[in-house]
């Protein structure tokens, strides 16, 4: 068999003056962003976030970047650049500055703010470094330059690193919209001065390298959005991301035109749109948002709600209105306006989301039925003009999972960068720029980090998750039974304890003949004692549900001596 050239060893020793580029997180899905530059015996790490769970994923917080690779070099980092405030790019910056608190922490102005805000409920005093566009630092043996990119957050930054191996452009995630509501502009003249000097590695965004054309303004979707408020009878919910600074902006804008008070429901949406307002990223009337006990006392008509639970994370606001947990009731008349895009992953999660509202009278208005959405990340057209003006002599695809990748890396070559310079990795996978030439050498551990409660990794095991994943599924069976050591025989019938399985009379008959045809036969070899009574009792109960039920919950047998 062919070996793939993704079947990887460790890397060798990188030489003198070469870069190592070290993807942990980021590349074959979305979230969890997460990049190591290696240079002269130093780590610079740009971005580190979060990606969240799965339905397959039972229990879990959220998911982390595996720190393995660094956590022995921990003294080498010189510091942590955060792109933009998004979670899947700030996240995991607590569970890193829990493994070294005095890491410099680098960002603009608004990412530095979320990100500190975070660190004080991980009571965690972080060391700030605040940069902005147009500026120029130098970390050990990294020079960088920060530039001004467009996204659905304010305050992005792509950055620019200069070291003796080379010029590396790492866009984070950005688009090119002509008519940004904050009117700051993608910093393109400074993509083609770079591009000028001589760009050794583009790290371009790649979410939306699979969409044809240029990516919609922000200010499109105003229209929509004053139809959804021109036409509610009652009350107005909106679901959002809790950073999505420049889409809550709309919202609180057509609120003022259409004469509604505006109070923010979750805890991190009050926290991260008090800190955008304070810094002047959020603009709001005097008067406009009003504590949500103030609601009861308003008319419906007059009333928007702002709240987190775009993706149909369980715990989120609106998730629990749609399932009637929550203090809010949806009711008939209500229209609830979904305003983010569906990852990828999340689709199932966010129907049901969907399907709870509606069924509670509510009209859900979302990107599927209405131009209420669009999207912060550049499609193909930005993406081949941004390699047209920087030149690129080798590319590396980020931020996407492996189908936006390789869209990505398809526009790369079709603008004339040679098909062996563009470098197609995912999460693990060590590349090396070396005299201007960027090769893969090799892999290191970059597996996923489960964060369950309080607990990083360890319990939180795929062996676990598959329990639980079992457990919903299947249920759970205890089988209980009193052994006589000196014959082997049960001194009385065995109990059984279901959860989550119907326990009926013919149900427990099957499975007691089960056990006695099971204990008979192990009998007539020797006389069983205690641990191999419970692994008769788990084979043989498990063997006759799945040849009846075609099931096999989860079985504990526990045997006492008598």
Not at 312 to 326: F, I, V
Not at 345 to 354: A, F, K, P, T, W
């Amino acid at each position: 068999m062919t070996k793939h050239e993704l079947d990887l060893n460790s890397p060798p020793s990188l030489v003198k003056r070469g870069l190592r580029i070290v993807p942990l997180g980021g590349l074959g899905e979305i979230g969890r962003n997460m990049t190591v530059f290696e240079h002269k015996g130093k780590l610079l790490i740009v971005d580190c976030g979060v990606l969240f769970p799965e339905e397959t994923q039972p229990g879990v917080n959220v998911i982390l970047p595996d720190f393995s690779y660094i956590r022995g070099r921990m003294q080498d980092v010189v510091a942590v650049v955060l792109t933009h405030g998004h979670e899947d790019h700030i996240g995991g910056v607590p569970y890193l500055l829990r493994e070294r608190a005095d890491i410099p922490v680098v960002g603009s102005e608004l990412t530095l703010a979320f990100v500190s805000a975070k660190l004080e409920e991980h009571r965690i005093t972080p060391k700030l470094q605040q940069v902005k566009e147009g500026q120029r630092r130098s970390f050990g043996p990294f020079d960088l330059e920060f530039l001004a990119v467009n996204h659905s957050i304010p305050d992005g930054l792509a950055v620019a690193i200069r070291t003796e191996a080379g010029l590396v452009l790492a866009t984070g995630d950005f688009k090119m919209d002509q008519f940004p509501l904050d009117n700051r502009l993608t910093d393109l003249p400074g993509f083609a001065r770079l591009g000028e000097e001589g760009v050794d590695l583009f790290m371009t965004d790649s979410t939306n390298a699979e969409v044809p054309g240029f990516t919609m303004t922000e200010e499109d979707i105003r229209p929509a959005i004053d139809s959804v408020f021109r036409t509610a009878p009652r009350r107005i919910i909106v679901s959002s991301f809790a950073s999505h600074v420049h889409r809550i902006q709309q919202v609180i804008d057509a609120s003022a035109r259409h004469n509604r008070k505006v109070a923010f429901v979750g805890r991190s949406m009050v926290r991260n749109m008090a800190i955008a307002e304070k810094l002047g990223f959020l603009h709001v009337p005097k008067g406009l948002i009003v504590d949500v006990k103030a609601l009861e006392r308003m008319k419906d008509s007059q009333v928007t709600m702002i709240c987190t639970g775009s993706q149909g994370e369980p715990m989120a606001a609106l998730s629990r209105m749609a399932n009637r947990e929550h203090t809010i009731k949806i009711g008939e008349g209500d229209t609830v306006l979904l305003a983010s895009s569906l990852i990828p992953g999340n689709e199932n999660s966010i129907y049901r989301v969907i399907n709870g509202l509606t069924r509670w009278g509510a009209n859900v208005v979302h990107k599927g039925n209405a131009k209420v959405h669009v999207s912060g990340h550049a499609s193909a057209g930005e993406l081949v003009y941004c390699y047209n003006l920087v030149k690129p002599k080798n590319v590396m695809p980020i931020h996407g999972e492996w189908r936006h990748l390789k869209a990505n890396a398809e526009l790369a070559i079709r603008t004339g960068v040679p098909e062996a310079q563009v470098l197609v990795v995912e999460d693990g996978v060590v590349v090396d720029l070396v005299d201007g030439v960027a090769k893969i050498v090799g892999r290191v551990p970059a597996e996923i980090v489960l964060v369950d409660g309080m607990t990083v990794g360890g319990v939180a095991s795929e062996e676990a998750l598959a329990d639980r994943v079992q457990l919903s599924n299947d249920g759970a069976v205890t089988i209980l039974g009193i052994l006589d050591t000196r014959t082997g025989a049960l001194v009385e019938p065995v109990e059984f304890i279901a959860r989550g399985f119907v326990q009926d009379n013919a149900w427990i008959q099957g499975a007691t003949k089960s056990i006695d045809d099971a204990l008979r036969a192990a009998n007539k070899v020797k006389i069983v004692d205690g641990p191999e009574l419970e692994e008769i009792f788990t084979q043989s109960v498990t063997r006759w549900m799945q040849r009846k039920y075609r099931r096999i919950p989860v079985i504990t047998s526990v045997v006492v001596d008598a």
